[in-house]
């Protein structure tokens, strides 16, 4: 496989500061760094991006996230690995990622469940690493970026 260009956020002058800025932003707020990598990486796995998914597993590792962990993100409501913060999580990550697929994807159930662990900053990063995984994925999955390529 060969990349059909390179990633236009790096392509076009001035793109890719705002998005790291917003990167920057997001784990300012409050949320465990190892949460955002397995939220990134779970969205990452939805949307198939194997550049973003093999890039989110050596950033979670990084972090701290076991293999384990690691392994069973793709299943995390019935590998025991995830906590209940974690879970919900993910749900909020699967839900806004896959807005498509029903009426109402990020519904009261759903929001509800992950504000009983996150305040509304907290939200917010959650909700901006969510929104800005969906942005990376479909770049490089549009452009064929290539797993490992980065590093």
């Known amino acids: 496989m060969q990349a059909r260009m390179q990633n236009p956020a790096f392509v076009l002058s001035g793109a890719m500061q705002p998005i790291q800025e917003i ?10 760094a190892q949460t955002l990598e397995l939220v990134h ?3 990452s796995q939805i949307n198939g991006c ?7 597993a050596k950033t979670a590792r990084k972090s ?5 962990r690691l ?13 209940d913060e974690e879970r919900a999580a993910l ?10 697929d ?15 662990f996150f305040d ?18 479909r770049l490089n999955a549009t452009t064929r970026q290539i797993a490992g390529a980065w590093g």
Request: charged share 20%; net charge negative.
């Open 23 to 32: 990167f920057k932003a997001v784990h300012s707020g409050g949320v465990d």
């Open 41 to 43: 990486l779970r969205v």
């Open 50 to 56: 194997s550049a973003c998914v093999d890039a989110g």
């Open 64 to 68: 701290g996230v076991s293999d384990e």
């Open 71 to 83: 392994a069973t993100v793709a299943a995390w409501r019935e590998a025991p690995y995830f906590t």
């Open 91 to 100: 749900a909020l990550a699967e839900a806004a990622t896959r807005l498509a």
């Open 102 to 116: 029903r009426p109402d994807a990020v519904n009261d159930e759903i929001w509800d469940g992950a504000a009983a």
């Open 120 to 137: 509304e900053k907290q939200l917010a990063a959650i909700v901006l690493m969510i929104g800005v995984t969906n942005l990376f994925n």
